[in-house]
């Protein structure tokens, strides 16, 4: 899944970059494309803020649906939705990336690591630059954690999701050959982030516009840490390949 084709625009992009390390062109386009998620989010969150719940019907259905998930609040439900929270939240995400990448590295998948790390990483820098420029007030319901008030827009934890478990996902689901193994795989990538936007709008923490937004936010980190993955490889091959017509040129002229 992180290995560079053929004429891709990963390939072409570390082409520009031929001459530099095959880490400066993964930093290089992380950097880049977190430029442009962070540019994304906060056009979209400016179209959700000043235009979508604006608009008549959008934003009181927006709000309704928290108060119905709120209405229904039970002790069992209270307590699924604090799973939910912190499976995604800044304890755990931190400890499930640092194991899987350190079992990465020590197996030498540096670039798999590199793509976990570099996913779970743009989704928090941008989140934290889109709160900074687009302000949403969280939904007017009893909420059941002492939050910034107007960080509704996006879900923080829901794109984290994303980025972590789907991005587990693609590492696994690449090397595998069982088709009954990748249909689970993919089916608990997608139960946890639906499970986690369940519980943060249960909690009356996001509307679901701030949900939906997340989602786009997730996978666009996952996106970005595939396309440097892929550039940093076809980097790292063009060096591969470099230093062999160095060692071939050097081998005839000595004989």
């Known amino acids: 899944m992180l290995e560079p084709r053929s004429g891709s625009l990963a390939e072409r992009y570390a082409r520009v970059l ?11 386009a992380a950097l880049l494309g977190y430029v442009c998620l962070v540019a994304f989010m906060v056009g979209l969150g400016f179209l959700v803020t000043k235009v979508l719940i604006t608009t008549d019907g959008v934003g009181r259905d927006d709000e309704h649906f928290v108060s119905w998930l709120v209405s229904h609040r039970s002790g069992s439900l209270t307590e699924a ?6 499976i995604a939240g800044g304890v755990v995400i931190p400890i ?3 194991v899987v990448a350190a079992m990465l ?11 976990l790390i570099a996913a779970i990483g743009l989704e928090a820098a ?15 319901v009893p909420r059941l954690e002492h939050l910034q008030a107007n960080a509704s827009y996006p879900s ?5 999701a994303i980025a972590v478990y789907a991005g587990l996902a693609l590492l696994i689901t690449s090397r595998l050959r069982d088709q009954a193994l990748t249909v689970v795989c993919w089916t608990v990538a ?3 982030p639906t499970f986690v936007a369940w519980a943060r709008m249960y909690r009356g923490m996001h509307h679901p516009l701030d949900s939906a937004a997340a989602v786009l936010m997730g996978v666009g980190a996952l996106l970005i840490g595939v396309f440097a993955a892929r550039a940093a490889g076809a980097a790292a091959d063009a060096r591969d390949r ?7 040129a050097s081998t005839e002229a000595g004989a």
């Open 105 to 115: 590295a020590c197996l030498r998948k540096w670039r798999a690591a590199a793509f």
């Open 81 to 86: 939705s604090l799973i939910g929270s912190i």
């Open 126 to 140: 941008t989140y934290r630059l889109t709160i900074v420029f687009v302000h949403r007030q969280r939904p007017h």
């Open 190 to 192: 997608i139960l946890v």
């Open 242 to 248: 470099s230093g062999a017509h160095r060692s071939a």
């Open 96 to 98: 499930v990336v640092g």
């Open 156 to 160: 923080g934890h829901t794109a984290a």
């Open 18 to 28: 031929e001459r530099h390390h095959p880490a400066t062109v993964f930093v290089s």
